[in-house]
């Protein structure tokens, strides 16, 4: 019973870590809207200053990556306060069925996944190459550490009790 617990505990307090993220986003806008342009335009970028690709320079669409950020971190924290109504739901259930409530974190966890790693690492870190300049190279690496946090998180949870 302490070990369904402390999933369910796990389980919330990523989902306030991704709702806190969002939120503080949220109330710092321009900032974002900077952070993610300078990632989006390529700005600084002294070590590989070529693309094979391309950068954006376009402030409207700049605005719109932003705001999708944030609306996945928002729809990831509030699928994993579903996901931890559903195991607070089945705390005193049979181990299988315990079990398939943890369903809703693996979803959960793939958004933020998406966001973590999808956005921040693949489009940022190897597309746009973030970690060349210091404001992009912070993020790339808290990026990965709430990737990392949220898959040995999710991976533990998944666990099946005894």
């Known amino acids: ?6 999933k369910v505990l796990l ?12 939120l503080q986003n949220m ?4 900032p974002v809207y900077y952070f993610v ?23 409207s669409l700049i605005q719109i990556a932003s705001w999708i950020i944030i609306l996945l971190e928002t729809l990831a924290g509030l699928l994993f306060l579903f996901a ?5 739901q089945q705390r ?9 409530a943890k369903s809703m974190t693996l979803i959960a966890a793939g958004v933020a996944t998406l ?7 693949t489009l940022g870190g190897a597309f746009f190459q ?23 998180v999710t991976f533990f949870v998944n666990l099946r009790e005894d």
């Not at 019973?1 to 402390?6: A, C």
């Not at 109330?27 to 321009?30: E, G, K, P, R, T």
């Not at 342009?37 to 402030?59: C, R």
């Not at 931890?84 to 607070?88: G, K």
């Open 37 to 59: 342009g300078s990632v989006l335009t390529m700005a600084d970028h002294e070590y590989y200053p070529n693309t094979f690709a391309f950068a954006i320079n376009n402030e």
């Open 11 to 22: 389980v919330l307090s990523m989902g306030l870590m991704c709702l806190f993220y969002a």
């Open 92 to 100: 005193n259930a049979p181990a299988e069925i315990f079990q398939k």
């Open 84 to 88: 931890t109504w559903q195991l607070i």
């Open 115 to 121: 966001v973590w790693f999808g956005l921040f690492q």
């Open 130 to 152: 973030m970690w060349q300049t210091p404001i992009g190279d912070s993020s790339f690496k808290g990026s990965f550490i709430y990737f990392a946090s949220i898959l040995l």
């Open 1 to 6: 019973m302490t070990l369904r617990w402390i």
């Open 27 to 30: 109330a710092n806008l321009d």
